[in-house]
């Protein structure tokens, strides 16, 4: 039940994040330490209470400070953002152990509860652009595939009288009035997104921008309910 509870506290804090994210980009330090702050003295209490021998705690421990190494290294390479990073270091730190509810995870436990909402959120992405394609197939059937295959999968075209919020430009007017499309995203600034209203285009391709903390937060329900979804596949080849 503790595990159960500390997972539902750590979502609320996940969603709201999202929620900022989406909203303005920028996610206050607060958040994660308030997070932190509530959910800790729960693990405090799990950790004093359990009946794991001291081998158990010892790997706990490496693969807290594995997946906190290894979120800091993928930030400095850019992999994905501060935030990103303070998240999964979080849940690193939160969830020692795997946590389990009444028959969750359904198919397996991975060796690291963060390391499996990395592992899934990873998977989430490309499920994205497969949701992209058959949305589109609906939209703009199959005659508009034509030419256009790469943006069926990334993105949908909007109207430019109505353009949505914190999404970039697969089609734009350049400075020169030329009708540009591209294949990696451009971010239209005031000037750009005035040309295009300026040119007569009607409807445009453009891709969201979602920022990768929303397929975190999905790889961490995805971690709680079914496990490690790359877990199984793994282990499998690793076994042959």
Not at 22 to 41: G, T
Request: charged content about 15%.
């Amino acid at each position: 039940m503790l595990d159960l509870i500390k997972f539902l506290i750590v979502l609320g804090f996940l969603l709201y994040a999202c929620k900022l994210d989406l909203e303005s980009r920028i996610i206050p330090n607060r958040v994660w330490k308030y997070m932190l702050l509530v959910s800790l003295p729960i693990t405090g209490y799990q950790l004093v209470t359990s009946d794991y021998l001291m081998i158990h705690y010892m790997v706990a421990g490496f693969f807290v400070l594995m997946v906190i190494a290894l979120s800091y290294a993928l930030y400095l390479i850019g992999a994905y953002g501060g935030a990103d990073a303070k998240a999964i270091m979080c849940l690193a730190v939160i969830f020692p152990f795997y946590p389990t509810f009444n028959g969750f995870p359904m198919l397996n436990q991975g060796f690291s509860f963060a390391f499996s909402t990395l592992a899934n959120s990873v998977i989430a992405a490309p499920l994205l652009l497969i949701f992209m394609f058959f949305r589109n197939l609906v939209r703009e059937g199959w005659r508009g595939l034509r030419g256009n295959v790469l943006y069926y999968f990334t993105g949908y075209r909007a109207d430019v009288k109505n353009l949505p919020k914190f999404h970039n430009l697969l089609e734009f007017v350049d400075e020169n009035g030329e009708f540009k499309r591209v294949r990696r995203a451009v971010e239209p600034d005031e000037r750009m997104l005035e040309r295009l209203r300026k040119s007569g285009v009607e409807k445009v391709w453009v891709t969201p921008a979602l920022p990768f903390l929303i397929f975190i937060t999905a790889g961490y329900i995805v971690a709680f309910i079914f496990g490690d979804l790359l877990y199984l596949p793994i282990s499998t080849i690793l076994s042959w």
